[in-house]
């Protein structure tokens, strides 16, 4: 089989520039950790980190083992507008976490969960990666965007803790649609609804 | 001072029992595990883990390294009936996290997160102390209700998790009685609303 796409490039100089670049987000934050200073945690030119994992977004997500890249799944989401967006954002989530990704992304949850440092990377993912695009691509209050945002991602967190890693049933084993007609509401209310009824 | 109470009894039976409970407790379920089996594992006399650690409900939170024993507060919040009952519920259960209890807590939460065995006593903690207690003292449909509380427990778990556990701003530090009134009615809706919309 011929080989396509980027060579893999030195094993090593990867490495280096994955535990260099898990330093920097977990320490600086996504926002503040920049390809530049990463380059020279790990002794290699910013080019080639660009030339190895893309832009900063990408080296995130590749630096956390993201089992997929949550930007698409979201665009899809939000294009459709608030309405009905509840319902949407529940049923994408339970997809991506009932598929193979999943066992992938419980495993970033129970490492978050145990280790500072990873509570972080997820904390830092879960803001940037979800909440800034789903945010900005809807029309809300900037004042009360924030903790809409948050309220949204505890009961998806909470989903995920109750099906997935506590295993609490019924909710473990309901139909993904049960979910989606249960939840899918809350969601709504946080994104959309008065806040304080 | 004199002593008062129980005899704090010898340090290697209590702890052996409390080994032999946590085993049983995690591989049989609440409901499965005896006092009686968990005596024999442990080497003594039955009546010898009523004396150290009560009725099994006590062994069980005595096990869990509780830091509370939920009943008294579930009792609290679920007398006044359905009305408001979401708020409450959400306003006890943040003040007992909010309180050095919480810092426990949070470990019980890590714990079982990385660990089968404790993700399986957690989720009989969850199950048989908090959600069976509020199932038997509110009037909710018998058919309905396993869904309803499992889908409180989703919420909770995940304010848990989105304020203690990652601390996800703005949710991390706001006030107590600003997520009374956002997630109170998404936990009194679980509980009393109809469950599709």
Same mark, same amino acid.
């Given at each position: 089989?011929?080989?396509?796409? &980027?060579?893999?490039?030195?094993?090593?100089?990867?490495?280096? /520039?994955?535990a260099a670049?898990r330093q920097a987000?977990a320490e600086?934050?996504?926002?503040?950790?920049?390809? !530049? *200073?990463?380059? @020279?945690?790990?002794?290699?030119?910013?080019?080639?980190?660009?030339?190895?994992?893309?832009?900063?977004?990408?080296?995130?997500?590749?630096?956390?083992?993201?089992?997929?890249?949550?930007?698409?799944?979201?665009?899809?989401?939000?294009?459709?507008?608030?309405?009905?967006?509840?319902?949407?954002?529940? &049923?994408?989530? %339970?997809?991506?976490?009932?598929?193979?990704?999943?066992?992938?992304?419980?495993?970033?949850?129970?490492?978050?969960?145990?280790?500072?440092?990873?509570?972080?990377?997820?904390? =830092?993912?879960? @803001?940037?990666? /979800?909440? !800034? !695009?789903?945010?900005?691509?809807?029309?809300?209050?900037? @004042?009360?965007?924030?903790? !809409?945002?948050?309220?949204?991602?505890?009961?998806?967190?909470?989903?995920?803790?109750?099906?997935? /890693?506590?295993? %609490?049933?019924?909710?473990?084993?309901?139909? &993904? =649609?049960?979910?989606?007609?249960?939840?899918?509401?809350?969601? *709504? &209310?946080?994104?959309?609804?008065?806040?304080?009824?």
């Open positions: 089989m011929p080989r396509t796409g &980027r060579r893999p490039g030195n094993q090593d100089t990867r490495e280096a /520039i994955l670049a987000f600086r934050g996504y926002d503040k950790a920049s390809i !530049r *200073q990463i380059a @020279t945690t790990a002794g290699v030119d910013p080019a080639l980190v660009h030339h190895y994992f893309g832009a900063k977004d990408k080296l995130f997500l590749t630096a956390m083992e993201a089992p997929i890249d949550p930007g698409k799944a979201i665009d899809q989401v939000v294009s459709g507008g608030l309405a009905g967006i509840g319902e949407r954002l529940v &049923r994408m989530f %339970l997809t991506v976490w009932d598929s193979p990704a999943g066992t992938s992304a419980a495993a970033l949850v129970r490492s978050a969960v145990s280790h500072d440092w990873s509570a972080r990377m997820l904390r =830092e993912f879960i @803001t940037t990666q /979800i909440l !800034r !695009r789903v945010i900005a691509k809807l029309d809300l209050d900037p @004042t009360e965007a924030p903790l !809409r945002a948050s309220l949204v991602a505890s009961q998806l967190m909470g989903l995920i803790m109750a099906r997935y /890693i506590i295993k %609490l049933e019924p909710l473990a084993t309901a139909p &993904r =649609e049960t979910l989606v007609a249960t939840v899918g509401p809350t969601i *709504q &209310r946080y994104l959309s609804g008065p806040l304080d009824q």
